[in-house]
């Protein structure tokens, strides 16, 4: 009976640090990333919207992509990304 608990602990120690722990940093320089975007910044959407930043607000983000203007909501940004000089675009 006690071997089984240790086994359970152990399991669960290990699923917290390959699973439920590189989650929550994800998420928390997710979080960091939205709070520093400033206009100007080049990002893509959830969707794979790729744009220039335009304006902030306090829960939207107005977004330049082929010249056409879109409003979205902050936690729609998923990337940063930067010119690459030729055209292309890579990731930050």
């Known amino acids: 009976m006690p071997q089984q608990i240790v086994m359970l602990v152990l399991i669960l120690v290990v699923f917290y640090?390959?699973?439920?722990r590189p989650?929550?940093?994800k998420q928390k320089e997710l979080k960091k990333f939205r709070e520093e975007m400033k206009p100007g910044d080049k990002v893509v959407t959830i969707g794979g919207i790729h744009?220039?930043?335009?304006e902030i607000?306090?829960?939207t983000v107005l977004l330049n992509?082929?010249?056409?203007?879109?409003?979205?909501d902050?936690?729609?940004?998923?990337?940063?990304?930067?010119?690459?000089?030729n055209g292309t675009?890579?990731?930050k």
């Open 74 to 85: 902050k936690s729609a940004i998923s990337q940063n990304f930067e010119d690459g000089g």
């Open 89 to 91: 675009l890579t990731a």
């Open 23 to 25: 989650q929550m940093k």
């Open 65 to 72: 992509s082929e010249g056409s203007k879109i409003r979205f």
């Open 51 to 54: 744009g220039k930043i335009l």
């Open 17 to 20: 640090f390959f699973m439920i």
């Open 57 to 59: 607000n306090d829960t």
